[in-house]
């Protein structure tokens, strides 16, 4: 069985697949300060809830964006599942090229999803990650990443609405029932959620007129993702496990 991680700068993601089968997923929050012996206890206790064995996990994939926690993480691998991690960065075989003006400012996370939409969706593909910060990025037909574009994510928005504005509460992002709001929750939730159906329908037909591909797909992962895909006619598909399958997918490219 192999474990994939995705570490981003709100959750660690972790998944198990038997194959291609994605048998159990599980999170972390990624912000706690945790040392190698929680993580690894922590992972090992949430794989044996579910039903699977820590000694059955034989291959290990991560991709981080948060340097700050990979050393504790990567050694409660190493210490309790007694393997060393193939690690998503430079030098690691993607099937993709990176054609922007410097490949190592790409995240890895961004990488994944574009080699998961490529693979399993072709190209040309626009990939879309509402997650922390929404990101946009373009691969072509032949698999090369091109282009992105990143802006504040949903709960990214909304946090900086409650914590710098007083009197403007935390609130629960949802679609209202209309955008005429008529009080202070749901005039801040059509302004979030409207806000990012719009701008995603700009920005997605803004990068297919400049490109000049014809016939690019939109897919979209992340966590309220899901909420924008169902608003809005500029995404083709959504797909909440893209990175998921993308860690696979660069794991098995990479013991070939």
Request: glycine share 10%; net charge negative.
């Amino acid at each position: 069985m192999l474990l994939v991680v995705d570490v981003g700068n709100t959750n660690i993601t972790l998944g198990v697949f038997e194959k291609e089968e994605l048998l159990t997923t599980f999170r972390l929050t990624t912000k706690m300060a945790r040392t190698s012996d929680e993580y690894g206890i922590t992972i090992c206790n949430m794989i044996e809830r579910n039903g699977l064995k820590v000694e059955d996990i034989d291959g290990i994939v991560i991709a981080s964006v948060v340097p700050n926690v990979m050393h504790s993480f990567n050694n409660a691998i190493v210490k309790y599942f007694g393997k060393t991690p193939l690690i998503v960065g430079p030098g690691v075989k993607t099937g993709i090229k990176v054609a922007t003006e410097n490949p190592r400012q790409i995240g890895a996370d961004r990488i994944v999803d574009a080699v998961a939409a490529y693979s399993i969706y072709k190209g040309p593909v626009i990939v879309i990650d509402f997650g922390t910060a929404t990101t946009y990025d373009l691969v072509s037909g032949e698999g090369s990443f091109v282009s992105g574009i990143t802006a504040p994510g949903i709960r990214t928005a909304a946090e900086a609405l409650w914590e710098k504005a007083a009197k403007l509460p935390e609130i629960e992002i949802c679609k209202p029932k209309s955008i005429l709001a008529r009080e202070t929750i749901s005039s801040m939730q059509a302004g979030l959620v409207y806000g990012q159906i719009g701008q995603t329908e700009y920005i997605v037909n803004q990068m297919k007129k400049e490109c000049g591909y014809e016939n690019v797909k939109t897919v979209a992962t992340g966590g309220l993702g899901k909420l924008i895909a169902q608003e809005t006619d500029v995404i083709d598909i959504y797909d909440s496990m893209l990175t998921l399958h993308g860690l696979r997918i660069i794991y098995n490219k990479n013991m070939e």
